[in-house]
């Protein structure tokens, strides 16, 4: 049976069941071909404050549930991720441009990002305190209310469930705007299955749109609490915004890794670890190796093992099952991507792979002997290219890596007592030793520090407890007090 059905494209909203109304309908577009795949609704301002007010009323008998009730629904859609597996990557791999295995790595995630949410309602839910008075004190979580989540193209599914899933979890309902790119598998698709798995009505709204809804979701008066994964331009608005509404916001930015090659690293594993680290969906993720420390003593041998890497990944259409590189999101993004690579040449970079494109492909591209001001060092490039230069001293290599206004993520390859020097001494929201920069677990914390954002907000029972919950204080006296008045 399909999850997808063709309902889908009939140009409605997805608020509290599927009904007339919003802003029209748009297209759903295949990157690799610019083929139209569907239509679906674009959510108007109206249509997020209709979704707010449900969602605010939906939500108090939501959290009045007991545990193992909403605990079962977030079981049951794992399930179901794993179940509709198939169908559900298809369009990962159409929509997002992304290759096979990655669709793949979605939807295990995402059942897996149920599965660790289905735990949460069961935890420990506060702390019994200590106290001066003749009282009982305690610290209980409770649930925020309304959560609104705002996910981009890259990893449309995994960047929407990891938020959506522990909020729903934890008794709170939820706002999802998805990118408008990517609006099927990073919004259509969490709606069928959280429908089938049993959510009640109101509780999840998908609302499709351009800026003006990003910012409607925001300012919301019933929303307490935004997860927002995107640039850190968007998110500097975001917070702002936020700020002014005195409400809380997760931010979780850009990203410029770097990754540390000390002297005696295994070269054809490093080379492996480095090709996957910055040409994995085209170099279109956050944690993407974006900056190559090579110690000075194999940096042209590393150089030369990672262009070979580059010039012989295949590239092309992912539904083919034949690439392992695949399209440009959209030809915005591949236009910039080739004006950063190319100034960087004229800077006096050496193109040592890559450079070129073929519609909306881009080649795999290695950038060597480049200084800290260029911009294909300074700059997030979120595309295929890997940008290397050279240290001779640990000190200059930890120097290297800092010097830069992210910290998302960072990898150390080769001498394992030397890696955990250098770990002590780096400025990165996660450290991976003799592993690339993209890793993410539904259990483990993640974030960044700096400008890739205010912290580890998602992931792990401790991140999520703590992001989608408010402690209250409560006090029991067995008698109504004695006082002075």
């Avoid at 179901?80 to 369009?91: F, K, M, R, V, Y």
């Avoid at 193109?351 to 060597?368: C, E, H, R, S």
């Amino acid at each position: 049976m399909s999850l997808l059905e063709t309902s889908l494209w009939d140009g409605k909203i997805y608020v509290n069941g599927w009904r007339e109304g919003g802003s029209g309908a748009a297209d759903s577009i295949e990157p690799a071909t610019g083929d139209v795949l569907g239509r679906y609704g674009v959510a108007s301002v109206e249509d997020v404050k209709e979704a707010a007010a449900a969602a605010a009323a939906a939500q108090k008998e939501w959290a009045a549930r007991k545990p193992e009730e909403r605990a079962a629904v977030l079981r049951r859609a794992g399930q179901l991720w794993e179940e509709h597996a198939e169908e559900i990557q298809s369009w990962l791999v159409r929509e997002s441009g992304g290759i096979g295995p990655k669709a793949g790595l979605e939807t295990h995630v995402a059942a897996n990002e149920c599965y660790e949410a289905s735990a949460l309602p069961s935890l420990p839910a506060g702390d019994v305190l200590t106290t001066n008075e003749n009282r009982w004190s305690f610290a209980r979580r409770r649930p925020v209310g309304v959560v609104s989540v705002i996910a981009p193209f890259n990893f449309p599914l995994i960047l929407s469930i990891r938020a959506v899933a522990p909020a729903l979890a934890l008794g709170n309902a939820v706002l999802l705007k998805p990118d408008p790119r990517t609006a099927v598998s990073g919004g259509v698709t969490l709606m069928r299955i959280f429908e089938e798995a049993g959510l009640p009505a109101g509780l999840l709204a998908l609302l499709p749109g351009g800026a003006d809804i990003g910012a409607a979701v925001v300012e919301a008066p019933e929303v307490r609490v935004i997860a927002f994964t995107g640039s850190t331009a968007a998110g500097r608005k975001i917070g702002e915004s936020a700020a002014r509404n005195l409400k809380r916001v997760h931010l979780e930015l850009g990203g410029n890794n770097a990754m540390i090659v000390l002297p005696g690293a295994d070269l054809a594993k490093a080379a492996s670890a480095a090709a996957f680290g910055s040409f994995m969906h085209q170099g279109q993720i956050c944690m993407t190796t974006g900056r190559h420390i090579v110690h000075e003593d194999i940096y042209e041998d590393y150089v030369a093992a990672l262009a070979e890497k580059a010039k012989n990944l295949p590239v092309g259409d992912p539904k083919t099952g034949a690439v392992a590189i695949g399209p440009i999101i959209d030809e915005r993004q591949l236009k910039r991507i080739d004006s950063i690579v190319q100034d960087a040449v004229s800077a006096g970079a050496r193109l040592a792979a890559g450079g070129t494109n073929n519609g909306p492909f881009y080649q795999p591209t290695v950038l060597a002997d480049l200084d800290a001001n260029n911009a294909a060092w300074k700059d997030e490039i979120f595309g295929p290219v890997a940008p290397v230069t050279k240290f001779a001293t640990i000190d200059e290599a930890v120097e290297l890596a800092n010097n830069n206004e992210y910290g998302l993520s960072l990898s150390i390859l080769g001498d394992v007592g030397l890696a955990m020097q250098i770990a002590d001494r780096v400025d990165s929201g996660k450290v991976h030793i003799n592993e690339q920069t993209v890793s993410d677990e539904a259990n483990s914390p993640f974030g960044g520090t700096k400008n890739s954002g205010n912290g580890s907000r998602i992931g792990g029972h401790q991140a999520n407890m703590e992001s989608f919950t408010e402690l209250q204080w409560l006090t029991v006296r067995p008698e109504i007090a004695d006082y002075p008045f």
